[in-house]
């Protein structure tokens, strides 16, 4: 069973937060949510920030026909967190890390690609490089949108 984020782009208007018509980091990449909230980790790299759960003034929906919502905003049901895109601006994507995410294999024909290496036994690179071109794109996207924050949280 595989694992997926759920996010969202807000910023506030006349002091409300709301939620913008974009979903960053919206693709399945373990190590991107490891470096989010250590989610998946199977790199070990260090994270920029451990899960914070749900903003305290996040906006719930309104209940539906039925009067139920959804608490959780669509954002999955574990490991709920958010970071500013100004955190997020100011990272320094250039320190190099050791990716330490490996291929072993675990018996005759069967191999398992979410083993974490020991220390020294992984590749050296960059947040950079290791988050990939993607990441890059959608922060711009969210600078140029305006956004102030990205809520999220995931599946399992």
């Given at each position: 069973?595989?694992?997926?984020?759920?996010?969202?782009?807000?910023?506030?208007?006349?002091?409300?937060?709301?939620?913008?018509?974009?979903?960053?980091?919206?693709?399945?990449?373990?190590?991107?949510?490891?470096?989010?909230?250590?989610?998946?980790?199977?790199?070990?790299?260090?994270?920029?920030?451990?899960?914070?759960?749900?903003?305290?003034?996040?906006?719930?929906?309104?209940?539906?026909?039925?009067?139920?919502?959804d608490d959780n905003l669509g954002l999955g049901d574990h490991s709920y967190s958010w970071l500013t895109v100004?955190?997020?601006?100011?990272?320094?994507?250039?320190?190099?890390?050791?990716?330490?995410?490996?291929?072993?294999?675990?018996?005759?024909?069967?191999?398992?690609?979410?083993?974490?290496?020991?220390?020294?036994?992984?590749?050296?690179?960059?947040?950079?490089?290791?988050?990939?071109?993607?990441?890059?794109?959608d922060l711009d996207k969210l600078k140029e949108l305006g956004a102030e924050r990205v809520v999220f949280g995931?599946?399992?």
């Amino acid at each position: 069973m595989g694992c997926d984020i759920h996010t969202l782009a807000q910023k506030r208007v006349n002091g409300k937060w709301e939620t913008l018509p974009f979903e960053p980091f919206d693709w399945r990449s373990y190590g991107m949510f490891g470096f989010l909230a250590d989610v998946r980790n199977y790199s070990a790299v260090p994270p920029i920030s451990k899960a914070r759960g749900l903003p305290d003034d996040i906006v719930r929906p309104e209940p539906n026909f039925y009067g139920e919502h959804d608490d959780n905003l669509g954002l999955g049901d574990h490991s709920y967190s958010w970071l500013t895109v100004e955190e997020l601006s100011a990272f320094d994507y250039d320190q190099q890390i050791e990716d330490r995410r490996v291929t072993r294999q675990t018996a005759h024909n069967v191999w398992d690609g979410g083993v974490t290496a020991e220390p020294g036994e992984g590749a050296m690179t960059t947040y950079r490089e290791f988050l990939g071109e993607g990441f890059f794109r959608d922060l711009d996207k969210l600078k140029e949108l305006g956004a102030e924050r990205v809520v999220f949280g995931f599946d399992s």
